[in-house]
């Protein structure tokens, strides 16, 4: 199991922890983690974009001139995809563009993500995270503590409201709890700053 050190707020170290390996030293599956990324990212679509096609366009219902002796291409409408303020053909419609993953490979997916941050050393796991009320410039001073200047996510073991407000109003900074983890967040985010109670709860439902 790999050894990882514990820091409070303030970045002094606290001691250390000893991640599973079966959740934090997984092998990368980059084709994987990328369907994972996919089908998150294509759950978030609206797929509300629409076309109208020939019998949606308003008009059209008068034949424009006779069948036979004017010289003209036959036509039975003006509202035609061949005309100008005719339908589209083929365009979008309204649907749904999110697709599902077997929970085994979801699962997996995760482990590569997390297990990539402890390789690459953005993972940092601190004593306790919480406030005693929302104020932004806290999560400034410990940003600033931990010299991060990029996107950063805390991920705690419960929902903490004063922290997910304390961080929202700061660009690239976010902050989950556990059961909110999810592949597209950490790999979004450079440093990932995780509480001890998460590492627990994450290990005990994944491991």
């Known amino acids: 199991m790999a ?37 998150q990212l294509a ?20 034949k424009p001139w006779k069948q036979k002796g004017t010289g003209r291409a036959r036509a039975g409408s003006t509202r035609s995809p061949l005309w100008v303020g005719g339908g589209t053909v083929f365009g979008p419609h309204p649907r749904k563009h999110g697709f599902s993953m077997p929970r085994k490979q979801r699962r997996l997916a995760l482990k590569c993500a997390l297990s990539d941050k402890v390789k690459s050393g953005d993972l940092i796991v601190l004593d306790s995270l919480d406030f005693a009320a929302p104020k932004t410039k806290q999560v400034v001073k410990l940003l600033g503590d931990f010299a991060v200047s990029g996107k950063a996510l805390f991920i705690t073991a419960e929902e903490m409201e004063n922290v997910e407000r304390s961080a929202r109003n700061i660009p ?13 967040d950490i790999l979004n985010h450079g440093k990932l700053f995780i509480t001890k109670d998460a590492v627990a709860r994450i290990e005990e439902v994944f491991a």
């Open 172 to 184: 690239g900074v976010k902050a989950i709890h556990s059961l909110g983890l999810n592949v597209f």
């Open 43 to 62: 759950s978030q679509r609206l797929g509300t974009h629409a076309t109208k096609t020939r019998g949606l366009v308003r008009g059209g219902g008068r």
């Open 3 to 39: 050894k990882v050190a514990v820091y409070d707020i303030a970045n002094n170290q606290v001691g250390d922890i000893e991640l599973n390996d079966s959740v934090f030293g997984v092998a990368m599956n980059e084709g994987l983690v990328h369907q994972a990324v996919v089908m």
